[in-house]
């Protein structure tokens, strides 16, 4: 999958809805369904934890199946290669 980049910002946000006692579903899949970037993140996490229903499920679908641990992995995922992308442009 080609890498999509992802907002600052929104990883910023996301990190902290998911941090939240009590997580608004609502709010991080508005999030989310605005950057592609975390929105491909997100799928590819449901993909490789072969979780992924078939048709696409809507981004609220995919928030709830991967929950508070699912998302960390997509910050997780997302800081990586984001590291690694500022690595291989500052050569």
């Not at 709010?27 to 934890?49: C, K, N, Q, Y």
Request: one cysteine or more; aromatic letters at 2%; hydrophobic letters at 45%.
């Amino acid at each position: 999958m080609r890498y999509l980049p992802v907002n600052a910002a929104s990883v910023a946000r996301l990190e902290l809805l998911i941090a939240s006692r009590v997580m608004d579903l609502a709010a991080i899949a508005e999030l989310v369904g605005g950057d592609p970037g975390l929105r491909a993140r997100m799928i590819e996490t449901l993909r490789e934890a072969d979780t992924l229903a078939a048709p696409l499920p809507t981004v609220e679908e995919c928030v709830i199946e991967l929950g508070r641990e699912g998302m960390r992995q997509c910050l997780s995922a997302v800081r990586s290669k984001h590291t690694r992308q500022r690595r291989v442009g500052s050569d």
